[in-house]
């Protein structure tokens, strides 16, 4: 993945792709789910994957809203795989049953991630140790692909030691981990508290070998500090929301707002160039990940379009609280870079 990305800029490394924005749940810090939406119709996403492939994308996630609620998920990861994209997954872990888990195999999925939020349920989220516990045990004794849990910490969070129990509980049953902030303003990056702080170094600690790549960049959002890099949204990383239209990412969207039908090499040369406003107190550690690779080539000369707490489209956070959550450590994208080498 690395080398193919090394030799050319124009290209996708990773796209995010949203088949169902509805969610079985509703965690009050999520700007990402509604409770009515119908399923993008199967071969309306099939074309969006060929696209994705003719771009020359190296990973597709699933992500949501819940992707399991819908009911032609299986035919959606086989035909990411059927173009040899290294496929991801995103799910509450609600709906898994160990028949579901082994169709999953089937489908020839890569990787799968759940993010577990605490220890037991309260109001801010359901997804809990507790509840999901038993359907790791399914995961361990029935997935063949890879699985990731990640949990969280910061605003929000009642009791941020709960992360490291998720952890310790992730690495035992033999899955990689990996933690998440929530800060309390969106965009803004503020120093964690210090129970935390404490909590995330040793979280860090225990995940060593997944945090070793993007220490710097983890530790600054961790203190509050901004991160100065070239985001490279809208050609490396796409997301792809359920209307069809290319975003930056899931935090900024309404740029560019071009439909991925329509996206040339063009608009992702341009895209490479283009800086973002954002950037320096961005949270979103796997667009992040997916830029690593061209940090020290191409300086960005564009202007950004894009200005901290993005503009509105038609799916942009219809659910927007003042709560925002990033991901730390191993995304998905390069855990699965780890599965396949
Ligand atoms: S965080 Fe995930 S599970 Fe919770 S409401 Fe949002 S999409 Fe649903
Ligand atoms: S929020 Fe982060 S990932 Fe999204 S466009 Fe801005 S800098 Fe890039």
Redesign the pocket.
């Known amino acids: 993945m690395v080398a193919k990305g090394l030799l050319s800029t124009d290209h996708p490394v990773q796209a995010q792709l949203i088949p169902m924005r509805r969610c079985n749940l509703s965690c009050t810090y999520c700007s990402e789910f509604d409770d009515f939406s119908d399923p993008v119709p199967l071969e309306e996403l099939y074309r969006r994957i060929d696209k994705l492939a003719e771009l020359g994308t190296t990973v597709v996630v699933i992500s949501g809203g819940e992707p399991l609620l819908h009911p032609e998920l299986d035919d959606v990861i086989r035909r990411i795989r059927s173009h040899g994209i290294i496929c991801g997954l995103i799910t509450n872990g609600y709906l898994l049953v160990p028949e579901r888990i082994q169709r999953l195999n089937r489908t020839g999925l890569d990787h799968l991630q759940i993010s577990i939020d605490n220890v037991q349920p309260d109001d801010v989220s359901v997804k809990s140790l507790k509840v999901l516990d038993r359907k790791l045990q399914w995961l361990k004794e029935h997935a063949d692909f890879h699985v990731n849990i990640n949990s969280v910490i910061g605003a929000g969070v009642k009791n941020q030691w709960d992360a490291l129990t998720v952890a310790k509980r992730a690495l035992e049953m033999g899955f990689s981990s990996t933690v998440g902030i929530i800060h309390d303003s969106a ?1 803004q990056l503020k120093p964690l508290a210090e129970d935390a702080q404490a909590v995330f170094q040793q979280t860090s600690k225990l995940v060593k070998r997944s945090y070793a790549r993007l220490n710097g960049f983890q530790n600054n959002i961790a203190q509050g500090k901004p991160n100065h890099w070239r ?1 490279r ?2 050609a490396r ?1 796409l997301y792809i929301c359920e209307h069809g239209l290319v975003h ?2 899931s ?2 969207r309404g ?1 560019p707002g071009i439909p991925l039908l329509e996206y040339t090499k063009a608009d992702i040369q341009r895209e490479f160039l283009t800086q ?4 320096p107190v ?3 550690s796997c ?2 990940q997916t830029s690593l690779m061209d940090f020290w080539r191409a300086p960005q000369t564009g202007e950004s379009h ?1 200005t901290v707490g ?1 503009a509105q489209c038609e799916c942009t956070s219809r659910n927007q609280d003042d709560l925002v959550q990033i991901g730390l450590g191993t995304s998905i994208g390069s855990s699965i870079e780890t599965v396949t080498k």
Do not use: I, N
């Open positions: 965009g985001c949204a809208g990383f930056y990412c935090q900024q740029f973002k406003a954002c950037a961005c949270t979103v667009v992040h894009a993005g």
